[in-house]
């Protein structure tokens, strides 16, 4: 698995043992289709963890990274990752279990429903916001070699299961995800699409929160880096705006370095207010193409 941007190839090492069988290749080519006449049904996109295939190198990057982090996260993070960080029994001494009696997904279904779904790769963007639609996230099962624990470009399950779900255990935050999924699946507008994608990169990767009067991290972007995560909070090069859905829609951003805008919640009810607003927008200019085409 690798990052094409233009001629640039970010090649890994990441265990790609893990997603490159025949499951893994035919659940990528049924992505890559989704919603084309004959591939309708989501759950094929899907893949089994194949826990036996990590190797001791990759539960010690697991390890490795969670040190580092959660001594850094325990004193910057939003309370509500760190409590739902807990609240999904997520630990230290190995890599997240997807399936069974101890995985994230036994604790997270009672708390909001939510389930982290392996996937074989990038999706794209429709097939991704299907699987928000249904309080699925789509989860990369591979991990960071050793010799690239501080910044990948690839999403990986660091990334996704100790950057994202923790806050899917929070009932305001999943309502928010859930109704992102379901807007940006129902647009095809460039316009809409390009806003949305922004309002995910400023809020889901790297959003910023104000709690008892202290910004605190929440982006999966932020949390899953031990990097940035002190770059975010501590460098004179990072301005911290307040929160305004539209400002945050209307501001481009680039991935292939720290970012030097971040957004400021003042609580995730204001993202979840303000999602269901765009929601009900999106809403309403549907009905009126569908009766002006009708």
């Known amino acids: 698995m690798a990052l094409t941007d233009g001629d640039k190839k970010y090649a890994g090492s990441l265990n790609s043992a893990m997603i490159a069988g025949p499951e893994g290749r035919a659940a990528q080519e049924y992505a890559n289709h989704f919603l084309e006449p004959g591939y309708e049904d989501i759950t094929k996109v899907y ?10 190198e990759n539960q010690e990057s697991w390890r490795t990274l969670y040190d580092k982090q959660m001594e850094y996260l325990a004193t910057h993070a939003s309370s509500v990752y760190l409590t739902g960080a807990k609240s999904i029994n997520l630990v230290r001494d190995h890599i997240p279990y997807l399936q069974g009696p101890k995985s994230v997904n036994h604790f997270l279904q009672k708390l909001t429903g939510w389930q982290s779904r392996a ?40 990334h996704d299961i100790f950057g994202h779900v923790p806050l899917h255990a929070d009932p305001v935050f999943a309502d928010f995800l859930q109704t992102y999924g379901k807007a940006a699946l129902l647009t095809t ?31 999966s972007g932020l949390i899953s880096s031990p990097g940035e995560s002190v770059h975010a909070l501590t460098s004179k090069e990072v301005e911290h705006r307040p929160f305004d859905l539209d400002t945050v829609c209307n501001t481009s951003f680039e991935i292939d ?38």
């Open 47 to 56: 893949i089994e963890q194949l826990y036996e295939g990590y190797t001791e």
């Open 257 to 294: 370095h720290y970012q030097p805008i971040l957004y400021v919640l003042e609580s995730f009810a204001q993202l979840r207010d303000a999602m269901n607003s765009y929601a009900n927008r999106l809403i309403e200019e549907a009905k009126q193409t569908s009766a002006a085409t009708s």
């Open 189 to 219: 507008d460039p316009y809409h699409t390009e806003r949305l994608a922004r309002l995910f990169w400023f809020t889901v990767e790297f959003g910023l929160i104000r709690e008892d009067g202290e910004i605190k991290l929440y982006g």
């Open 119 to 158: 996937v074989p790769g990038y999706l794209p963007a429709r097939t991704f916001f299907a699987c928000l639609a249904r309080r699925e996230f789509p989860t990369t099962v591979v991990i960071r070699p050793k010799e690239s624990l501080h910044y990948l470009p690839e999403p990986d399950i660091f």
